[in-house]
């Protein structure tokens, strides 16, 4: 079964600054997608970024960016310029591309931005 | 943009009493999903839900859950009769045939068993 595993469950950064966020998974698959997804206090699920695993090219989203190692079934990301609103809980989730079913989410990790 | 919608908000209902949870997923989409998530805790997988029946579920998903779309918008869970334990987050999904098979979250519907 694929797991994905967030080794953070809290982080700080201070406003303006970077965070990085980390993310590992299991899988025996070729073929997936992964996901950053955030959730704010209003516990609503909001997609932040997505990366399809045959594509080697880094996915970013304006502050938002990955960094996806395959080999290393590591998918990380980077918040740049941290704004306030930034603060939140941030899932990582895998989804298989061969089964629409098989979505997987980490623990998550809560990020606070320090004005 | 379009949006996955659910309802209630907020459901308090007494331990025994049957729930339904509602949700209109976005209109062109064709796999549906509810996810749980406990306070605190991980989003968990509920069930699926493509051509008008049940594609997977959860271990989490015994007999006291069900799902159906009854009318081709709404697509509701129902818990038949309640437990502490079902208090949590419940979030619908739904997801098209195209794009990169990204998940559309509703807001949720928090219940909470009293």
């Known amino acids: 079964a694929q797991t994905v595993t967030q080794s953070q469950p809290e982080m700080s950064v201070q406003e303006a600054e970077t965070v990085t966020l980390s993310c590992t998974y299991d899988?025996?698959?070729?073929?997936?997608?992964l996901f950053w997804y955030k959730q704010p206090p209003s516990r609503q699920m909001i997609l932040v970024i997505r990366?399809?695993?045959?594509?080697?090219q880094n996915a970013t989203e304006n502050r938002f960016s990955v960094n996806f190692q395959k080999a290393a079934k590591s998918f990380s990301l980077k918040i740049s310029d941290s704004q306030l609103g930034d603060a939140a809980m941030y899932f990582c989730?895998?989804?298989?591309?061969?089964?629409?079913?098989?979505?997987?989410f980490g623990a998550g990790t809560r990020l606070t931005v320090k004005p | 943009e379009p949006e996955v919608t659910q309802t209630p908000s907020h459901q308090v209902t007494q331990m025994g009493q049957e729930v339904i949870l509602r949700c209109v997923p976005i209109?062109?989409?064709?796999?549906f999903y509810w996810y749980r998530q406990i306070l605190g805790q991980k989003v968990e997988f509920l069930v699926s839900f493509y051509n008008n029946e049940i594609s997977e579920k959860s271990e989490i998903f015994d007999d006291q859950f069900s799902v159906e779309r009854p009318d081709g918008s709404n697509f509701t869970l129902k818990i038949r009769s309640t437990k502490l334990e079902d208090s949590a987050m419940y979030f619908c999904a739904s997801v098209g045939t195209s794009g990169a098979n990204v998940l559309t979250f509703g807001a949720g519907s928090r219940l909470t068993v009293l």
């Open positions: 990366q399809e695993a045959y594509k080697q």
């Open positions: 209109s062109n989409h064709l796999y």
């Open positions: 899988t025996s698959e070729s073929d997936y997608y």
């Open positions: 989730a895998y989804r298989s591309a061969r089964n629409n079913n098989d979505m997987r």
